[in-house]
Every structure is written in structure tokens, then in C-alpha cells.
């Protein structure tokens, strides 16, 4: 009896626990489906994006002159501005959905913007962890649909470079402003007073911005042809440089060569908000101090 009870309670075993009286079979293959595609996972390093290598001048605008900045591509030709870029993270309530009918990668969205449409064609470029690309194309005429139908074109071109590993890389000469990191330089005690007790750096997305508190930094590129910000040009921070009100800031800008971009210069732009309404003398005395902190600091080229 011993041996038929052995094997019935064996045969129950195996009933109550099949899996494990049965041959083990391999669990069925997941197959993963599309990677949403990130801005970083598509431009890399921020700080070092080449944005006029996501444009293809010869298709979208031939005969533009294409000029890459640290945050930007700006292309023009015959009164009409390209501009790719900057980066934006925060929201936006002039940016609308749109039926964009190219292809998108997944997890990207193609929106528009309602902003200045009366000069200007404004797309975004929105990726999946919410940070968007920004383009614009303007003019002085009235053909919107035109605008619209080059910018729709400019967003073929970004999608087109980012998912076939186009994205080029800026590469600074020595003592450009492009390898300065502006939140180091707003990091310093003698910015308390100015930014605000307590106040900490926070960088921009393009890497190239930084603002603490009621202070503001940002480095860039511009054309020897853009209008000088009005006012008379002074000393400040050891620079020759320009102070002037705009609104509730107070701004102070001051500018070296570009090297190996001739035309071009590099901008540094510190403003002082002044949070109870318009800016005056006591907010622009605040920006020169705090450019005497920080102007000093900046390379020489």
C-alpha cells in the first residue's frame, strides 16, 4: 500500500503544482515598440548645439546666408528671416495644435503659434520629455501662407537632421564667450544684495543663460549691422558698454569680436528686473553693480 499512496500523493502534487511536474517553457518574446524621442536623446549636449546643421539652406531657402549663434541658426535672404531656435521649456499659451502632415518621430509633437502672425510663421517642435524647439519665419509682406508653407518646410528639415544623427557640434575658439558658463559667474556673494538674499543660479536650457533672482545673464551672437541699444556708451565692469531701461528691466550690454565669424559679435546681456514696475535710476544702479561683479570675469578675445 505504501508505494500506491506514494504515487497518489505525487499525482496530487502534480495536479495542485502543474508547473512544476510539467516541462518549463520559454516566456513569449516581448517585442518594445517606438522610443519616444527626447530633445536630448536628439540634439545631445545643449550648450554645443550646431542648430544651422538642422537646416537645409539649399532646400528650404536657397541662397540664404545661415549663421549659426550659441542658442539659434538665423538665415536670411531678401528681407526674410529664418530662425531656428532657441530651446523653451516653460508654457507657452500662443502655441496651439496644428496638423502637421510630415512625418514625426514618435512621442514628437508639431504645434504653431498664434504670436505676431500678422509678419511672422511660428512652429514648435515639442519633444517627449516637453522640451520644444522653436522656429520662425518672417517678413514684412503679407503672404502668410508663404511663410507658412517655408516653415512647415524648416520643420522637415529639423526632423529630418535629428533623426538621421545630423546635429553638428559648435565648436568655441579660445576666449569665446560660447566657452564662459555664465551661472559661475553669477554665483558670487557680491550679487547678494542685487539678486536677492538666499537666491541660487538656475541655467537656461541652451546652457548659454542663467538667471539668480532679479538678475540675468545670457551670451549670444549678433551682427555687426544690429542697432546699438540706445544711450550713450560707458565704462562698466571695465567695458566699454551701454545701459538702458527697457520696461521693468534695466539692461547692460557689452560685445567683443566674433572670432571666425566675421560680420558677427558676441553679446553679453545682464538685466535687473525691478519686480514693482517700471525700472528706473535705482534698478539701472543695481545693474551696474552687478556688472562691476561679473563683467570683469568675461574672456577677452
Known amino acids: 500500500m505504501y508505494p500506491r499512496l506514494k504515487s497518489l500523493?505525487?499525482?496530487m502534487l502534480c495536479a495542485l503544482l502543474a508547473t512544476g511536474c510539467a516541462k518549463t517553457q520559454a516566456a513569449p518574446e516581448t517585442t518594445s515598440g517606438p522610443t519616444p524621442l527626447t530633445a536630448s536623446a536628439a540634439l545631445g549636449d545643449f550648450a554645443t548645439v550646431d542648430y544651422c546643421s538642422l537646416l537645409d539652406v539649399p532646400a528650404v531657402a536657397p541662397g540664404a546666408v545661415a549663421t549659426p549663434t550659441f542658442e539659434t541658426c538665423r538665415a536670411d535672404l531678401g528681407g526674410r528671416t529664418i530662425l531656428v531656435g532657441p530651446l523653451a521649456f516653460d508654457s507657452d499659451p500662443n502655441i496651439k495644435p496644428?496638423?502637421?502632415l510630415g512625418p514625426v518621430p514618435d512621442g514628437v509633437a508639431v504645434q504653431q503659434s498664434m504670436f505676431n502672425d500678422r509678419t511672422a510663421c511660428t512652429r514648435a517642435i515639442t519633444f517627449a520629455d516637453g522640451n520644444r524647439l522653436e522656429l520662425s519665419v518672417t517678413d514684412s509682406g503679407d503672404?502668410?501662407?508663404?511663410?507658412?508653407?517655408?516653415?512647415?518646410?524648416v520643420v522637415g528639415s529639423v526632423l529630418d537632421a535629428v533623426t538621421a544623427n545630423k546635429v553638428r557640434r559648435l565648436k568655441f575658439p579660445e576666449r569665446s564667450w560660447g566657452l564662459?558658463?555664465?551661472?559661475v559667474l553669477l554665483d558670487n556673494n557680491d550679487l547678494d544684495a542685487v539678486a536677492g538674499a538666499g537666491t541660487r543660479p538656475a541655467i537656461g536650457l541652451s546652457g548659454h543663460s542663467c538667471i539668480r533672482g532679479k538678475v540675468s545673464f545670457k551670451l549670444t551672437v549678433e551682427t555687426d549691422e544690429a542697432k546699438a541699444p540706445a544711450g550713450p556708451p560707458e565704462t562698466v565692469g571695465g567695458r566699454e558698454a551701454r545701459v538702458r531701461v527697457a520696461g521693468a528691466?534695466?539692461?547692460v550690454d557689452t560685445t567683443q569680436p566674433a572670432a571666425g565669424l566675421p560680420g558677427h559679435r558676441e553679446l553679453a546681456e545682464l538685466s535687473v528686473v525691478e519686480t514693482a514696475g517700471t525700472a528706473g535710476d535705482?534698478?539701472?544702479a543695481m545693474a551696474r553693480t552687478a556688472a562691476n561683479a561679473i563683467l570683469p570675469r568675461l574672456p577677452t578675445a
Open 98 to 100: 496644428y496638423a502637421y
Open 9 to 11: 500523493v505525487v499525482a
Open 143 to 153: 503672404d502668410q501662407a508663404g511663410r507658412c508653407g517655408v516653415a512647415d518646410a
Open 249 to 251: 528691466f534695466c539692461l
Open 282 to 284: 535705482g534698478t539701472c
Open 180 to 183: 564662459v558658463a555664465p551661472c
